[in-house]
């Protein structure tokens, strides 16, 4: 990325990109029993189990390429998955790319693309995938800022121009339970919809600590969990999954939001810039109210979940809807799935029988929402969607490389300034 270029240059040169691509290259049609060729890009342990089911669907399948930015990441699923599918995952080194160049090595060898890479990197690899002409499967969020949800939305029309395939890690709407309770409030059982609310409040995840020698790019990519620029903060890389629910159940998007959140207890500078809990309110051209939290601090109450309040009944997502008087009126009593698995068997039967199935235009809208979200705890303003939308407030370095200094650096005590309501932008 030229630091000579504006961000609206680029995404101009990057839509050109796409559409030539999407001109160039044919519609794909059904492939049948074709074997397909399978690369996956970030090799963590979601990318590990994305690639593993995506082997196990049906018809001939082998993967071919890994990439990730870290040798020693890439060594550990390589291994992985040879020891569970042998010759149709055993792959030689030329097939194995490490480094923040490695994406579209891998992408130029597949059919099918599975992107689990920190999500800041995703819109690249996306728009690279498109203009190679291959089927995705995208981890969730799809972004980290409203430049790079852009980005995804352009890539999203090229790929559909193309005919291509593309499935979004958003579980809940492969998971049986979901599946049937979005269908009974689609059915009215709900009413007309006054509230909700979501949260994914838990301990925490992983951390991982600066290692010697490293430079500052390199701690930043390894422990990405905790820059905005990589990992787009937990509101993001979390509770975009429940906002993607409450979304699909109420078939809108908010107009506007309002929140506040900070850093509590997380404080130490190996938690990076980001903050410990969230809480936001989204509001809807309807009158509809959406109250969402999120918090990763441990010994505190945990909660993951989405509830609805109707004019006619209330439900828990997945689990249970009740009259206003606490009737039971429906609860979940099919066979339950895998809905990793139903994910990845849904795109691979898409690609074989022609089906359409392009979920990345939806995906961005979910992950602009939490973005917009943090926009507005970040800043302590209320965020419009418009607002949200056409942000240029680009987080990603101006260039991509190990030497390279991101915007959020260190200072002479290894702590990392954080947002300030008030203070801090917000788009």
Known sequence: MSTLESPDRRQF??????GAAAAALPSRAAVGDTELRIALVGCGGRGVGA??????TRGKTRLVALADAFPDRLEVARDALRKLYGERAALPDTACFSGLDAGE?????????ILA????????????????????????PVAVDAPGVR??????AAAKAQGLKVQVGFQRREQNTYRESVAQIHGGALGDLLAGRVYWNDGGVWLRQREPGMTELQYQVRNWYYFAWTGGDHIVEQLCHNLDAFRWASRQLPVRCHGQGGRQVRTGKEYGEIFDHHFVEYEYADGLVLHAQCRQIKNTFNRVAEHLLGTRGRAVLGREIRTLGGELTWEFKGANNDAFQSGQDRLFA??????ELNEAESAAHSTLMAIQGRM?????KAVTWDEALNSRLELAPDRLAWDAQPRSRPDPNGNYAF?????????
């Open 13 to 18: 040169l990057r839509q050109a990109a796409l």
């Open 51 to 56: 690639a593993a089911q995506a082997l196990r």
């Open 105 to 113: 090595k891998a992408i130029a060898l597949a059919d099918v693309v």
């Open 117 to 140: 890479e920190p999500p800041g990197f995703r819109p690249a690899h996306v728009e690279a995938a498109v203009r190679a002409g291959r089927h995705l499967f995208l981890e969730a």
């Open 151 to 156: 980005r995804v939305l352009a890539a999203a």
């Open 350 to 355: 898409a690609i074989r029988d022609g089906s």
């Open 376 to 380: 507005a705890t970040y800043s302590g």
């Open 419 to 427: 947002p300030l309501p008030g203070s801090t932008i917000a788009f």
